[in-house]
């Protein structure tokens, strides 16, 4: 998933389910030919940056992981992203709330506001129904979200349904 996108940077994300190495390969054109190594602080949960982009730019990426002590990788799909648009230009963002608890409706909403390709998404609080349940962020709030914040950056406000749970501050 993506976050804090800038005219000229953006993070990438992802969880692994067993320990390993992520790349992000990443240009202005589907043949990529970038790439910048995740950094993960338990090899799990990985994060890149990718600076020194164009602003109001559209650019591809796709994520490669290699398990530790596999021989083989798993690339993601060839998916997109907008830098940030200058302060002058135009923009378009969603706003998606209380994505909690519905994880078919959410995923309806999301394809819906990836059709009208909006530069960012806010989401102002209760993500999920129990923050303390990582569960619910894997199998409800990351699965049916994913077809937007993959492709869009995601800016969300805690709410209490998060309950201040460590979850909350290790994804967001």
């Known amino acids: ?18 320990k390993g190495k992520v790349v992000v390969e990443y ?5 990529l030919g970038n790439s910048k190594i995740a950094v993960s602080e338990d090899g799990l949960l990985h994060s890149a940056l990718l600076d020194g982009l164009n602003a109001e730019t559209g650019h591809y990426y796709q ?12 690339r993601s799909e060839l ?4 830098t940030a648009s200058k302060a002058a ?6 706003i998606i709330a209380d994505t909690q608890g519905n994880p078919k409706v959410n995923g309806k909403i999301a394809n819906l506001a990836w059709g009208l390709r909006p530069n960012f998404l806010v989401l102002p609080g209760d993500l999920v129904d129990d923050g303390t349940l990582k569960d619910q962020w ?15 950056p ?3 406000v805690l709410g209490n349904h998060e309950k201040d ?6 994804y967001m």
């Open 1 to 18: 998933y993506l976050q804090y996108c800038t005219e000229d940077s953006i993070r990438v994300l992802c969880e692994l389910t067993r």
């Open 27 to 31: 240009g202005e054109s589907s043949k």
């Open 63 to 74: 994520v490669v992981v290699t398990e530790d002590g596999k021989d083989y990788e798993f």
């Open 79 to 82: 998916l997109s992203f907008q």
């Open 89 to 94: 230009s135009p923009f378009s963002f969603v």
């Open 138 to 152: 894997i199998h409800e709030f990351f699965a049916s979200m994913n077809p937007l914040i993959s492709r869009v």
């Open 154 to 156: 995601l800016f969300p």
């Open 165 to 170: 749970a460590s979850h909350y501050y290790r």
